[in-house]
């Protein structure tokens, strides 16, 4: 008979920021929970990737600002020492004691170690010390694992041992000549960062003919041009085709399929992420470790029995980006708790629509580039009647007092067959926080007719929105 210690309403394996939602929105439906995680509890946003990479961007946003100011002076380079010790207060020192506290308070259990499937409603809890413990499940287990970077099978490229994100944000000496492969949005904000830093050779292969192909192609060109403006040398259509490097701490040499050679002290991968599922279990279920977990509406696994398992954030596929991942969380915790006590199947509020409707990312260089719902392209493709609105964000009177120099661009992506926005892009410094408005039209599906009347202030950058909405006939 199982121990009683060992029996909750609902298991956690992934410490995560969704890992953590879900148990706390399970403990708040009146369920206990149990989060198992055998690294650091906050997971890879936490300590590796979002928060740190942020802390490493920052001062390059705030040193541009500063340069579009007349009358301001930078009074010296960026201090990179200075930076990388603010990064490591940012992700405290790597220490999850905060994080650990946290989910205690929730309060739930946490158990530190290799977690996996071990049958329907069970996990086998492996230590680092060699202890097992099986964990029993009442009502779900919930796998929030994430994922890893993909590496390229570039002929010597996993035995140069490159850099991920997880290097690239916890480096402590910058690199002076750094390759990045890939064009998304690891790779962009990474060779910015480490370029403004000191990494002053920054060479980025990219397969394609442009960046962030998942924006508008707008997007991409402006922060190419940013790039070169900077020194960045950005080389379309280029792949790594062979990767040397003879002794672990000696530089790397990386040859493209144009028969160029490039010397480097450091390369760093930025070319995608896969699913963290390997030696999760899934095989004791009847499951294939073969790709994202399909999962419902709900997040719950739609190829197992009884509908028990849930998966949620990177691990299912659905959309990479920690705060979706995070309200998928919500709507996984929240329908586990409703079905323990018997809810309904489908109530409002238990389903997931913004990862279809609409998602918001920013990629935070230098314009950053913020986006939510569809393309253009996108659009088209799924059969909407599309019309769009663009302008050119230096035109507005706000954009005048950010300084010489500051502008983007913005453009709205519109159903006109129900006059409804379907996606909208916005590309210039410090257009994160602008981000939000455009989501709650998309998401909320507001009527042009009524954002009409949502007035932005003057004299702001939000006044593009005016403008936008003059091209849609308002």
Known sequence: MADSNDVFDVIVIGAGPVGLTVAARAVRGGLTAVVVEDRLAGGECEYYACIPSKALLWPMELAAEVDR????????PIDTAAVLARRDDTVSHRDDGHEVNLIEKLPATFVRGRGRLAGPLRAEVSTDGGDRRVLR???AVVLATGSIP??????????????????????????????????????CEMAQALHSLG?????????????????????????????????????????AVRVERTAPDGPVTVHTDDGARIDADEILVGTGRRPAIDDIGLDTIGLRADGPITVDASMRATAVPDGWLYAVGDVNGRNLLT????????????????????????????????????????????????????????????GFTVRTAEYDIGEVAGALVRGVGYGGWAKLV??????VLLGATFVASDMADMLHSATIAVNAEVPLDQLWHAVPPFPTVSEVWLRLLEQCGL
């Open 69 to 76: 100011m007349p009358g301001l002076q930078l009074r010296g």
């Open 137 to 139: 499940a009442r009502h």
């Open 150 to 187: 993909a590496v390229p099978d570039v002929p010597g490229l996993r035995q140069a041992g490159p850099w991920t994100n997880r290097e690239a944000t916890s480096v402590q000496q910058v690199p002076k000549r750094l390759v990045v492969l890939g064009a998304g949005p690891v790779a």
């Open 199 to 239: 990494a002053e050779e920054t060479t980025m292969l990219v397969r394609g003919e442009r960046l962030l192909t998942h924006a508008e192609p707008f997007a991409g060109e402006l922060v190419a041009r940013s790039f070169r403006e900077t020194g960045i040398d950005v080389r379309f259509g280029r792949s």
């Open 323 to 382: 705060h979706m991942g995070k309200y998928q969380g919500r709507v996984c915790g929240d329908v586990i708790a409703a079905r323990a006590r018997g809810g309904p199947e489908d109530a409002p509020g238990l389903r997931d629509t913004a990862d279809d409707r609409g998602a918001p990312q920013v990629v935070f260089t230098e314009p950053q580039v913020s986006t939510v719902g569809r393309t253009e392209a996108r659009a088209r493709a799924d």
């Open 414 to 419: 519109v159903d006109e067959d129900r006059r």
